[in-house]
Every structure is written in structure tokens, then in C-alpha cells.
């Protein structure tokens, strides 16, 4: 595994863990942070990892006031 990737999976796992504890609701900017720097490798993501990032994406700006989970 290159190192970008390792980078992606690393990023990725943590914004995960943010979006599952709910972690927008009470660090927004957190998120928002984290989701910019994973930005700098989108094109190196892989499919799925593209689709994850624009969910959140999507989520922040559609239902931020939402839970994750619902």
C-alpha cells in the first residue's frame, strides 16, 4: 500500500469514527477541518472512499443538524 493510501485509510477511519459518534453536532468545525484535509487526496480515493466522502459532504450541508445514524 502506497502512502497516500495509507494516508486516505488513516483520514477516512477518523472521519468515520467523527460521523458515527455524531461528532458534527457537537464539533462542527472539527469535521469541517478533517473533511478539507481529506480533500487533498480525493483523487486518489478509491470508489468507495469517493462516495463516503460526498455523503458526509452532502450530509453537512442537507441535515448538519442530524444525526448520523438516522
Known sequence: ???IQERIKVDM????AMMESDAHLS???GVV???SSVSLYR???N????DYFDAIHWFLEERGESS???
Open 13 to 16: 477511519d477518523a472521519l468515520q
Open 1 to 3: 500500500m502506497s502512502k
Open 33 to 35: 477541518n478533517k473533511l
Open 27 to 29: 464539533d462542527l468545525e
Open 47 to 50: 470508489d468507495e472512499d469517493k
Open 68 to 70: 448520523w445514524q438516522e
Open 43 to 45: 483523487t486518489h480515493m
